[in-house]
């Protein structure tokens, strides 16, 4: 047994115009992870290597104790999946993806799903056709979670929705995890939906994990510092800072490792901390895909 | 959690692709219908019955398999306790079942025609049935190509290639000798060309569904 829901150790595929970078993820039960990225970060690849639909070409994938994607039929009984251009059948009613599912999964909760619709304000004598994009979703949604699956993996779900819906997934999501053994990964680019209800959040770029820590370390760690430099004197990077912009003598440092005495190490160099702010998980995001893409080129440039 | 879903799947497929079964069913029976009339007529019923049956063998694969990657659909499958091998055991079950029903039945109602109708020479049979096998079998290169490619453009290809050789072996068996001479006998003559060529049919066909298993079971990506 494992306490681990999802782990990738060194896991390596590659494509022709791509290629997905010795990935590291560690998902422990419980927990919701935000896997975020920019468009062709490698999201979607990592989780059909989760779901066993791709084949990784070097490491390890385990998933609910299964190694993928060998184990991916016992593994995928536990798992509830939906994609943002993952379809249902358009010429059938909600009922009959509902009857489908039912007469697969004996965890199949009627009347959790009963719920469910209530809720979403969805018909289930409605033909999928009929249906708006929210309504898809939520009925793709309704699909995995009245299964009750013990890992929930969705990607980008709340992409194209409006906010209303967006509120209603990510809220139904949130009380999925009442259930305290469930575990639920999804991956966005939105950063405002990662934020507002993940534990632990992953940054992916360019098919490589750049970061994953919990939440509240990041907001924790990450701090803009305003400072006002010396006449003529460049402000240095210090250990825990990440990037320097200085234009004339007004600097904006950021930090991914904040301390304290970080401020004091500035006031030491002759410069005056106007202000340190807190950072949003986009700002992080942002700046951290930067620092990692700076960092690659200059590897790129060394080697 | 053990058990297969495989049939489940199945009964999916049979519930979304009625058409596909129907329509050349019901081209089928128009063509049994116009050939015992008589005369010209026959000869239409005759096109019209092979039409029925290469068309179902071009719209089951179509529909039953790229029908799920072009609605975005594969994905919602290979999201359920499924290997890829599986997917292809049941999409091979059903689309094969699918078509073997309506074939079957077409087949037998033309044999009956041919050994009960007056004036109809019963050496025409095994005729019949290299010809209904052989398009059975251009329905398993569809499905099979279908299978591996998940392409419509190669799904085209083969379609095409399907098309030309129907005509290439028709002809070819058509004009042999020995079963033109066998064509007008009062009995089904089951001589060494016949049963080659249909040997040759059936064999093709148990390769070419294990060569996709084959395949389908080495692919790394399937979605």
């Known amino acids: 047994m494992t306490d681990l829901a999802v782990s990738f150790r060194g896991v390596g595929k590659k494509y022709r115009y791509f290629t997905l970078d010795k990935i590291d993820l560690s998902l422990p039960q419980g927990q919701i992870m935000g896997l975020i990225g920019p468009n062709g970060a490698g999201k979607s690849t990592t989780i059909r290597i989760l779901m066993g639909l791709v084949h990784q070409d070097s490491g390890e994938v385990r998933v609910l104790g299964r190694q993928m994607p060998g184990g991916q039929v016992a593994a995928k009984w536990d798992i509830g999946f939906a994609s943002e251009d993952m379809r249902l059948y358009d010429s059938m009613t909600l009922d009959w993806h509902m009857s489908f599912m039912r007469s697969i999964y004996p965890s199949w909760d009627e009347s959790y799903a009963q719920v469910l619709l209530k809720r979403f304000g969805i018909k289930r004598e409605q033909k999928l056709r009929g249906f708006s994009h929210g309504q898809r979703v939520k009925s793709a949604l309704l699909l995995v979670l009245a299964r009750r699956p013990r890992l929930i993996v969705l990607d980008e779900p709340t992409t194209g929705l409006d906010p209303v819906a967006r509120h209603e997934i990510l809220r139904e999501l949130t009380s999925a995890m009442a259930d305290e053994s469930r575990t639920i990964l999804f991956s966005s680019h939105n950063t405002q939906d990662v934020e507002q209800i993940s534990d632990r959040i992953t940054f992916i770029d360019r098919g490589r994990i750049i970061d994953s820590m919990d939440k509240e370390t990041y907001l924790d760690r990450w701090r803009r510092l305003r400072l006002e430099a010396p006449a003529g004197i460049q402000l240095p990077a210090l250990p825990g800072i990440i990037d320097v912009k200085q234009t004339g003598r007004l600097a904006v440092a950021t930090a991914n490792a904040f301390e304290p005495e970080l401020a004091q190490a500035y006031e030491r160099t002759g410069a005056r901390v106007q202000q340190i702010e807190s950072m949003t998980l986009e700002e992080i995001f942002v700046a951290n895909v930067e620092h990692s893409r700076f960092e690659q080129s200059t590897e790129e440039v060394a080697a | ?223």
């Open chain 2, 1 to 223: 959690m053990n058990g297969t879903i495989i049939p489940q799947l199945i009964l999916k497929d049979l519930r979304l692709n009625r058409t596909a079964v129907i329509v050349p069913l019901g081209g089928g029976a128009l063509g049994i219908g116009m050939f015992m009339r008589g005369g010209l007529v026959a000869v239409f019923g005759i096109i019209t019955f092979f039409t029925a049956m290469i068309l179902s063998a071009s719209m089951l694969p179509t529909q039953c398999l790229l029908g799920e990657r072009k609605h975005q659909t594969l994905a919602f499958l290979m999201s359920l306790p499924l290997s890829s091998i599986q997917y292809t055991m049941a999409k091979m079950v059903t689309a094969l079942g699918m078509f073997l029903g309506p074939w079957l039945m077409l087949v037998i109602a033309g044999m009956w025609i041919i050994l009960s109708r007056a004036g109809v020479p019963h050496g025409l049979l095994p005729l019949f049935l290299t010809l209904c096998v052989l398009v059975l079998a251009g329905m398993c290169v569809v499905t099979c190509v279908d299978l591996v490619s998940e392409s419509e453009g190669i799904h085209g290809i083969a379609m095409v290639a399907v098309n030309v050789s129907y005509g290439l072996a028709w002809t070819l068996i058509a004009t042999s000798a020995n079963v033109r001479a066998g064509i007008e006998s009062p009995v089904p003559v089951w001589d060494s060309t016949i049963l080659s060529v249909l040997g040759g049919e059936l064999a093709f066909i148990a390769v070419l569904l294990g060569l996709t298993l084959f395949l389908q079971a080495r692919k790394k990506d399937f979605i």
